[in-house]
């Protein structure tokens, strides 16, 4: 089942939050990202409870939520900021959709795929806006690394109890270490000459590899070779950001 009215509402509630944000102005300023991400928690809160009824399962609404409007005030052409809204809305419905499937049937192969689509689509949102906020405020490195390990560790976890919820401290290990990695790369990301979206691309890249890893692991299904030809795949996509965005000398 694709169409769910209730998971509907809720994400058109989301998209229009964040369309009407967007008819506005945009102040980069810590009052209207407090003013506007508020609000938007808020309403993942209610939802998550009225979908699933476990606030547990807001972890992946919430980052959409923080990090949606983190991006939006980064695009600049009125249309662009819409369409946004609409794509956002849209992932939105889906990630909840699989939370809501999944609270029934924890191996439903299609659920899985719809919330593996939303948390990559969320995780670029993240990766992206924060490193963009990082750029353009007086950010510390150390925040941005705190953040990268907060946002990837719990969505994460989320993605990796909603299979097996027996295994909830192993779940946690395994999410901790995807969080401190990618903190990691956020501080060695913090020194690329690169624009915030180009950044979100290569962090998605290396999260994406990252979490096929640790999921084929975690329910016992990794293999030397599907982890080598993970890696040489990874290589050659960063090798190809790389080539195609300019460079951002700073002197």
């Known amino acids: 089942m694709i169409f769910h009215f209730t998971i509907l509402l809720w994400s058109l509630i989301f998209a229009l939050g964040l369309w009407l944000v967007a008819q506005g102005e945009i102040l980069l300023q810590w009052s209207w990202y407090i003013s506007v991400i508020g609000p938007l928690v808020l309403i993942s809160l209610i939802a998550t409870q009225r979908v699933t009824h476990r606030l547990a399962d807001a972890a992946l609404p919430i980052l959409l939520s923080v990090t949606a409007p983190v ?13 946004f809204a609409v794509l956002a809305g849209g992932m939105y419905y889906l990630g909840l959709l699989a939370l809501y499937r999944l609270r029934s049937a924890p191996a439903d192969q299609t659920a899985q795929s719809l919330l593996s689509m939303s948390i990559m689509a969320a995780m670029f949102f993240f990766y992206s806006g924060i490193y963009g906020f990082y750029i353009n405020f007086n950010f510390p490195l150390w925040g941005l690394m705190a953040l990268f390990f907060i946002g990837t560790g719990a ?19 395994y999410s901790l270490v995807l969080g401190l990695i990618m903190g990691e790369c956020a501080w060695a990301l913090g020194f690329w000459p690169f624009g915030y979206l180009t950044t979100g691309a290569l962090a998605l890249v290396l999260y994406a590899i990252l979490w096929d890893v640790t999921f084929t692991a975690f329910y016992g299904e990794l293999s030397l070779k599907r982890t080598i030809i993970r890696i040489l795949f990874l290589l ?4 190809l950001i790389i080539a195609s965005t300019p460079w951002h000398i700073l002197v």
């Open 155 to 173: 969505v994460s976890y989320q993605a990796l109890i909603n299979r097996e919820r027996r295994n909830r401290w192993r779940a946690l290990f």
């Open 236 to 239: 050659v996509l960063v090798l």
């Open 71 to 83: 991006l939006l005030s980064l695009i600049d052409a009125p249309i662009e900021r819409e369409v």
